[in-house]
């Protein structure tokens, strides 16, 4: 059973940056693509960032170019360094294995991170 941890989260001012942290277990972390998602109050959960287990990587629009999704295999960790933060990215984040044709999140969700952008 895969399980996920997210941390690194919290309260920055806009213009800041952080870097959360997703530790995996459960499944061979090397071989799975893996994601991070975000969900603002009120909102449905959305896809922000990917990265195979190639290293390619890929964004959604409106993180493209501020955000930077990595990985460390020996760690079986997947990072999301997050600079130039708006108040629009206060969500909670989360990471998940993304498998099949789609590349649908597979696991269930961990209990996420918060982060806040706010002056």
């Known amino acids: 059973q895969v399980q996920l941890v997210e941390s690194g989260g919290g309260l920055v001012q806009p213009g800041g940056s952080l870097r959360l942290s997703c530790a995996a277990s459960g499944t061979i972390f090397s071989i799975e693509n893996m994601g991070w998602y975000r969900q603002a109050p009120g909102k449905q959960r959305e896809w922000v960032a990917a990265i195979t287990s190639g290293g390619r990587t890929n964004y959604a629009d409106s993180v493209k170019g501020r955000f930077t999704i990595s990985r460390d295999n020996a760690k079986n960790t997947v990072y999301l360094q997050m600079n130039s933060l708006k108040p629009e990215d206060t969500a909670v984040y989360y990471c998940?294995?993304?498998?099949?044709?789609?590349?649908?999140?597979?696991?269930?969700w961990g209990q996420g991170t918060q982060v806040t952008v706010s002056s």
């Open positions: 998940n294995v993304l498998r099949g044709v789609a590349g649908d999140p597979f696991a269930s």
